[in-house]
């Protein structure tokens, strides 16, 4: 599932691009595609920082979601400043988007962990009965 999710979000990133490029090429105006390559840029920037971040945590999960959060803002809010995304009255709009858009990539990731917990508990299972039977199997030919 997760791979069909990623797999689906890189088609449509990479049509979108694509349909605007074309379209920026044929009516010379850029100014579409150069949102998306900033966004592009902002997402590595984001993706990068994150992973620093995952190797430096702290034991509070919660002082950890609140340091990923808070960076992602200012991240957000820097380049929509330098790159004129928003106008002064617009920043609470920016900061219940990306709220909205961590709220949802946080649940995902944490569906996806519940999940390979389930799928290793069942693998764990599945060799624990097989090592009983092996076990079991080994003292019936002692007998």
């Not at 349909?19 to 009516?27: E, P, Q, R, T, Y």
């Not at 595609?33 to 702290?58: A, H, M, P, R, T």
């Amino acid at each position: 599932m997760k791979n069909l999710l990623r797999n689906s979000i890189i088609v449509f990133s990479v049509v979108v691009l694509t349909i605007n490029l074309v379209d920026s090429i044929v009516a010379g105006a850029w100014n579409d595609f150069s949102l998306y390559l900033e966004i592009g840029v902002l997402s590595v920037v984001i993706c990068i920082i994150k992973y620093i971040l995952d190797n430096f945590q702290s034991r509070y999960y919660i002082l950890n979601i609140i340091i990923q959060f808070t960076i992602t803002l200012a991240l957000v809010l820097l380049f929509g400043y330098v790159l004129h995304w928003y106008s002064p009255q617009g920043i609470w709009l920016i900061c219940v988007t990306v709220a909205v858009a961590y709220a949802l990539s946080f649940i995902l990731g944490v569906l996806k962990v519940n999940r390979d917990v389930a799928l290793i508990n069942e693998k764990l299972k599945a060799k624990k009965s097989i090592a009983q039977a092996a076990a079991q199997n080994q003292k019936e030919n002692l007998l």
